[in-house]
């Protein structure tokens, strides 16, 4: 059974950076996507950004976070970590990591593509 925890939220003042964390485990499949997604009060969740499991790693970013975070992953811990940098109030939100479909043979961060999904974990930028 797949099996999806994240983890790494905090506190951090504006201008700081955090760590989130996704181990995975029991994929019946060696492909598929890792994506991390937000979800703020009052607010729909938005796709943050993805990984793939091909060896290309190819990965996909929301505008709002481009150039600001970055998501990778360890294959031999079987984790994905996405580096929150230059983080600003409006990124306060909770965080899931999901475990899903590629499309097309790239990642994408719709959520109905993402069968799988962490408990979440509390993201607040606030000085």
């Known amino acids: 059974q797949l099996h999806v925890v994240d983890s790494g939220g905090g506190l951090v003042q504006p201008g700081g950076s955090l760590r989130l964390s996704c181990a995975a485990s029991?994929?019946?499949?060696?492909?598929?996507?890792i994506g991390w997604f937000r979800q703020a009060p009052g607010k729909e969740r938005e796709g943050v950004s993805c990984?793939?499991?091909?060896?290309?790693?190819?990965?996909n970013y929301a505008d709002s976070v481009n150039g600001r975070f970055t998501i990778s992953r360890d294959n031999a811990k079987n984790t994905m970590t996405l580096q929150m940098n230059s983080l600003k109030p409006e990124d306060t939100a909770v965080y899931y990591c999901a475990a899903g479909s590629l499309l097309f043979g790239r990642c994408s961060v719709i959520p109905l593509l993402y069968a799988n999904w962490g408990q979440g974990t509390q993201v607040t930028v606030s000085s």
């Open positions: 990984i793939s499991s091909s060896g290309d790693s190819n990965t």
């Open positions: 029991g994929f019946t499949s060696d492909v598929y996507a």
